[in-house]
C-alpha cells in the first residue's frame, strides 16, 4: 500500500510563490515517476507537472511551463512543486501520484496512487 500526504497549499496574490510538497510511504517511491494533477471547481482532473524516478526527466502542462517546477528527493520520498507567478487561473485542488511507470506520463490513467489533495487559490 502507498499512502501520499500532500502539504504546502494555501492563498497567495497573483504573482506570488508556493511550494507543494507530497510525502510518500512505501519503498516503492524511488522507483516510480511521480506526477502532480490539478482540478479546478467543476472540471475534471488535468495534467500538471511529472518526473522520472531519478528526476532525470520532467514534463509539464503548457499553462505552467516556466513558472512551475517539479523536483523529487527519493532519500525523504517527496515529490515538490514549485509554483511561482501564479495566476487567478491556477487555483485549484492540487494533487500528486505515484505512476505505474518509472519514466513518467501525462495521462491520469497512468497513476495508481493519489493523494488528497491540497487546495491552491490565487486572489486578484
Known amino acids: 500500500q502507498v499512502q501520499l500526504v500532500e502539504s504546502g497549499g494555501g492563498l497567495v496574490q497573483v504573482g506570488g510563490s508556493l511550494r507543494l510538497s507530497c510525502a510518500a510511504s512505501?519503498?516503492?517511491?524511488?522507483?516510480?515517476?511521480m506526477g502532480w494533477f490539478r482540478q479546478h471547481p467543476g472540471k475534471e482532473r488535468e495534467f500538471v507537472a511529472a518526473?522520472?524516478?531519478?528526476?532525470?526527466?520532467?514534463y509539464y502542462a503548457n499553462s505552467v511551463k516556466g513558472r512551475f517546477a517539479i523536483s523529487r528527493d527519493n532519500a525523504q520520498n517527496t515529490v515538490y512543486l514549485q509554483m511561482n507567478s501564479l495566476k487567478p487561473e491556477d487555483t485549484a485542488a492540487y494533487y500528486c501520484?505515484?505512476?505505474?511507470?518509472?519514466?513518467?506520463?501525462?495521462?491520469?490513467?497512468?497513476?495508481?496512487?493519489w493523494g488528497q489533495g491540497t487546495q491552491v487559490t490565487v486572489s486578484s
Open positions: 512505501g519503498r516503492t517511491f524511488s522507483g516510480s515517476a
Open positions: 518526473i522520472s524516478r531519478a528526476g532525470g526527466r520532467t
Open positions: 501520484a505515484r505512476a505505474r511507470n518509472s519514466g513518467g506520463a501525462t495521462t491520469s490513467a497512468v497513476y495508481d496512487y
